[in-house]
């Protein structure tokens, strides 16, 4: 059997919330173990809804109101960075974070891509910074002298060596913000690790594993747009979720 499985649970016209308690999800497994719950039964009676325990895409705002804080602010500081190094206007703006299986988060990137290896200290393990290749492209031409509007789309193949070193640039100014934008509430110290082209090379967690996906909206004046995403292990987070979840320490740094 899988070691995630859809549950079938019977939930009454009053219940309000679907979340099942602890008691509630060992006596439907064991149920399941005794043959006492199928999914026949289940699709017989209108008031069963499924309720899918593999499911961990769930949104993080109200439950992490610093973190929200620091993503605000991380966004101001990119519009500066970021403007400096393709000179040009970058409006960046926050959009949303949310918790995703890394496996997710590979299958749903394209190849090629601009993904980094980045590490976090204090926090544990590897995180990872992916930012769309157009904004890389669009960047490169205006720093040659073009007008910034790169259409051409690589189907495959590697980051070149000049590639590389712009997204090790870009990288370095995003920790940079990172370690601004923290400060707050942790001391950051970011350090680039390596870039790759392909997702399926980014092995910082095993498929499983949950993900904070933090995205933020990017726009080169009306030359292109896309997006950051910034990919954290739940897990590194949770030794300083009591400070993630208190306003108070995020808003000293905005008085």
């Keep these: 059997a899988r070691l995630f499985h859809t549950i079938h649970c019977a939930v009454g016209p009053t219940m309000s919330d679907p979340i099942l308690g602890q008691d509630e999800v060992n006596a439907l497994l064991d149920a399941i173990k005794m043959g006492g719950l199928n999914e026949e039964e289940a699709d017989r009676d209108p008031s069963i809804k499924a309720y899918d325990l593999t499911s961990n895409h769930r949104v993080v705002r109200g439950r992490m109101p610093a973190l929200e804080i620091i993503n605000d602010r991380q966004a101001r500081l990119h519009r500066g960075s970021l403007s400096t190094i393709a000179r040009r206007v970058v409006d960046v703006s926050y959009r949303s974070s949310s918790l995703i299986r890394f496996g997710e988060v590979q299958s749903n990137m394209p190849a090629p891509t601009c993904i980094s290896v980045v590490q976090l200290a204090p926090l544990n393990g590897f995180a990872a910074i992916a930012f769309d290749t157009g904004f890389l492209y669009s960047i490169l031409d205006i720093l040659f002298g073009g007008s910034g509007m790169n259409e051409s789309k690589r189907v495959s193949g590697d980051l070149t060596a000049v590639e590389v070193r712009l997204a090790r640039r870009l990288v370095d100014a995003i920790l940079a913000d990172m370690e601004g934008a923290w400060s707050p509430i942790l001391r950051l110290r970011g350090e680039f690790v390596r870039t790759e082209s392909n997702p399926r090379f980014v092995t910082i967690a095993a498929p ?45 740094d905005d008085s």
């Excluded at 904070?212 to 949770?238: A, C, F, H, K, R």
């Design 208 to 252: 499983g594993d949950v993900m904070v996906e933090i995205v933020y909206d990017l726009e080169i004046e009306s030359l292109m747009s896309g997006t950051i995403s910034v990919l954290i292990p739940y897990s590194s987070l949770q030794p300083y979720k009591n400070r993630l979840s208190s306003i108070m320490a995020s808003d000293d």
